[in-house]
């Protein structure tokens, strides 16, 4: 039910254009999933999420798991039911959040052991209960469960994280699954290229149908980002779907993309897009700002969305005023903007032409419209 077929590789980089075939559909790659943290892209119907072009949707695995709890989801039918999407679902294995969100998290090789930040109740989570979690869920792919540390941290905690990630990517594995779902491992190992290396090597002897680079985004600056991500590629899988967690600014999709990566999801367009700040071709600009005030152009001339119907001074009007609207209007741009972005990148690749794209995408965002 799953399968990865590679189209094209680009003349002048390594970006790749593939497909990515799922029981919901297939996934043109390279492409960026809009976060569902909830099972909702915040603000938005999932008409209008599908109307942006996304393809495929993220949810978290923690967040549902808490609320309304996994059986409820299974309950309502899963996931795909319960939101009313009609695509593939990605779920993650609530690794990132026990680590970020969770208050008191305990890490031992058994599980991690945290509280609740909505009820401060004790919570359990296990290589086998994440299983277990996204099979209620329902997703299409589930991710396995891996021990995040924060970023800087000493060499030891760094590589005894990484290594128990890959003890409990085993596990995950030994879990039997439900025929229509797949799992992803993921590779850690902080800025170390030796231990990414050493991850990515043990992880593809597991032969998983998609591999994730995770642990990224965490403070590091953009040169050590690329850097960690052209150390790791050599070693993943060149037949299987590659997909950079919670990446990020189009500039940084852009960059790896040209590295090989097929998969994004992150929340800066929607988070951004709730907070008055719209990507365009030209920089990222902040409607908040005064000069926008009689501006009565819209965000892009050429953007097909509902929110560029309207006058960068009217969208600004909404967030001044408190109106809802405002981030609904602007989350449907932003997440417009990146799939657009997206899908330039993928005839970009197609005609060979990936990298005079990726150089002119980044001079225009040098020209912010601020
Ligand atoms: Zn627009």
Known sequence: M??????????????????FHTPH??????????VGTQGTVKGLTVDQIAATGAQMVLANTYHLALRPGADVVRDLGGLHVMMGWQGPILTDSGGF????????????????????????????LSPERAMEIQQQLGSDVAMVLDHVVALPCS???????????????????????RPDQCRFGIVQGGLDPVLRVQCAERL???????????????GETP???????????????????RYLMGVGRPEDLLMAISLGIDLFDCVMPTRNG??????TAAGPVRLRNLKHQR????????????ACRHSRGYLRHLFMADEMLGPILLTIHNLTYYQRLLAAAREAIAADRFAQFYEQRMEGYGKSGK
């Open 97 to 124: 959040q026990v680590f970020s969100l969770a208050e008191r998290t305990v890490v031992t090789e058994e599980h991690a052991v945290f509280r609740s930040h909505i009820d401060g109740s004790t919570i359990e």
């Open 295 to 306: 501006d009565p152009q819209p965000l892009e001339a050429d953007c097909p969305c509902a």
């Open 204 to 218: 593809s002897a597991m032969e998983f149908p998609g591999y994730a680079i995770g642990g990224l985004s965490v």
């Open 25 to 34: 559909g297939p996934v043109r790659l390279p492409a960026f999933m809009p």
């Open 2 to 19: 799953f399968s990865f077929e590679l189209h094209h590789r680009d003349a002048g980089t390594a970006a790749r254009l593939s497909t």
């Open 274 to 279: 709730r907070n008055a700040l719209a990507f």
């Open 223 to 241: 040169q050590q980002m690329r850097d960690t991500i052209a150390a790791t590629m050599p070693a993943m899988p060149a037949d299987r779907p």
């Open 155 to 177: 060499a030891e905690v760094l590589r005894e994280a990484t290594e128990r990630s890959i003890r409990w990517a085993a596990r995950c594995q030994a879990v039997p699954q």
